[in-house]
């Protein structure tokens, strides 16, 4: 299958994030994609640059104001004298407004935010930007009749909403990927969401609509990132009404458990009838992920990869989260080869 | 007046918070109630603790599962091994639920507070809970036929809501202040705040209540903290409509704008029949204030105390922000001796 990956990834680092109570660099770093990249390469995958994305392309799922925000937020920051990480000191939680976004800077980044551990640095916008445009193009090419397509993004996506950011992403990657798919003609796109985490953005995007599904497994919120969003009750809204389907995973859940509700997801995807399948791929389900609910071994990636090509579906897989650098090459190609070898 | 003061308040130190991105010791230190406490003594103002209060005394104003977790939050972070500052990795903001308590620590945390700058260390709940006796013994002591008393705590309180923390602020000692003058039969009870933020606790607390009017002056949200409440638009809901009452102020506000709201304030507290006031003292109203919103001279806060004292109401003056750490002796000691000379 193809890939696709920007260079522009780089320009998002140096950030630190709080862990633990201390401000240390981010586990979301630049050899992530440096270290995948290298690896699909070895294996002998075409890589190719995606195309130029527009900001007006990001409306048909993100607010104009939040990408605007995003666009504009480290040249305000700078040009107001101010250094260190651009980190929001209050958020909109619990007996707060969020119907006012306050006109200075730090307010609004705390309006636009839910976590204190994704700094905005100089260069986010533009990998954020060239992310989105990687899994844009990845869905191009399904569209246009690749049996799959991998966009290798950096940073991830799956966790910024419709207006807010956090959890490492600013754009949302897959769910632009599958807005793309459904301006191409295609009626009924699924989203199949693997990463460790829940996606809180792309469960909220889609929420009021029955032409996304979105399904996730992850580990519950009772005592994983990101907390407020995940649980098994939580099934859409409105048109979207039995259109999202979570399922959250005890902790340190293993392959069998694992597996069991991979199946449970597929099945969905199934009767769904989806003509299209974007999967967020992480691979901090791996046990030896630093930050990782779950606790696959190597050897089930490879599994992983077959059962989702047994959808036999147009399918665009799109990066989203994995921190065990060292085994995230491998990882990552463990889906792919299993998923061209395919399932049956 | 009596002063109402605690020395286990030092019990909460050793905290660092976010500030331009990066850890620094929490600005909200025990030197600052150290100072104060210095300057009343050498002023001649007589000095006592306050009663013990039991967890149970604060639930007319807080929620029980809240109380639980400030009580018992640092014990289970010590023997689940952690180290660090105990910040939320994720907040309940926009796009995530408000309506589930997560199991684990972690997000137990995230969904009892609203910044990452509010850490909780060892002594936190001994502290919060001994400012909090301090508020509620000087209100007794004013519902027993004081004119007045000031309780001198630390930490401060009014951020703090019904189920949230946030600011410095865990427990709303102005809150359990108004809410004792009640319990002890005082039908109308006025919450005057003029720290420089809005406090968004106390107007939470009393949101949908007829019998506690809160009315703030404060650096208004567009540009200041907590950005998220304190908007002129906000005058309360149910019966409490019309018992809130915002007076924001631009950005760097002087005295002769600051003491025009303050008329408008102390006419809607007359207006509201209050047989009691109870004022949030902050000082962080002072030019030289390294994160404050408003700039008085310290020759303001003599006026401020007088026209409080204008009021001839029954008064208990909490202590809220001040953090240009040397001036704040004095500045408390400014407001407190022109309330006490009186105002007309
Ligand atoms: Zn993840
Ligand atoms: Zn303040």
New interface residues.
């Given amino acids: 299958m193809r890939v696709v990956h920007s260079p522009l990834h780089a320009r998002h680092q140096g950030g ?1 994030e ?6 240390v660099p981010c586990f979301e770093s630049p050899a992530r994609a440096e270290l995948i990249l290298e690896a699909v390469r070895r294996a002998g995958f075409e890589v190719s640059e995606p195309r130029a994305l527009s900001a007006q392309e990001l409306l048909g799922v993100h607010d104009a104001g939040f990408v605007d925000f995003l666009r504009t937020a480290h040249a305000e920051w700078r040009a107001a004298g ?17 119907d ?1 976004v ?3 800077l ?2 609004r980044m ?8 994704t ?1 905005i640095v100089e260069g986010t916008w533009d990998a954020a930007l060239a992310a989105a445009g990687c899994a844009v193009t990845a869905a191009e090419l399904v569209a246009e009749g690749a049996p799959s397509a991998y966009a290798l993004c950096r940073p991830p996506g799956h966790h910024a ?4 950011y ?2 490492y992403c600013f754009l949302n990657n897959a769910a632009l990927a599958a807005q793309r798919l459904r301006e191409l003609g295609l009626a009924r796109v699924a989203v199949l969401d693997v990463d460790a985490h829940h996606g ?2 792309t469960q ?1 995007i889609f929420w009021e609509r029955a032409d996304v599904l979105y399904v996730s497994l992850h580990g519950t ?9 995940g ?1 098994a009750d939580e099934r859409g809204a409105g048109a979207g009404e039995g259109f999202t389907r979570n399922l959250p995973l005890p902790r340190d859940a293993r392959w069998p458990e694992y597996a069991a509700a991979l199946e449970e997801a597929l099945e969905a995807v199934g009767r769904f009838g989806a003509g299209a399948l974007v999967v967020s791929l992480g691979v901090d389900t791996f046990a030896g992920d630093p930050i990782s609910p779950i606790a696959l071994g190597a050897e089930h990636f490879p599994l992983l990869g077959a059962r989702l090509a047994s959808l036999r579906l147009p399918t665009v897989i799109v990066q989203e989260g994995g921190y065990a650098v060292a085994d995230i090459g491998g990882n990552v190609l463990g889906v792919l080869n299993g998923f061209e070898r395919g399932g049956d």
Same sequence: chains 1, 2.
């Fill in positions: 630190k709080l862990h633990r109570g201390e401000l101010k250094e260190g990480f651009m980190i929001p000191s209050a958020f909109p939680a619990r007996g707060l407004r969020q006012r306050p006109a200075g730090n307010g705390g309006f636009y935010c839910f976590d204190p551990g700094p909403g419709h207006a807010v956090g959890g809180n953005g909220e919120p009772e005592t994983d990132y990101p907390y407020f969003l649980w």
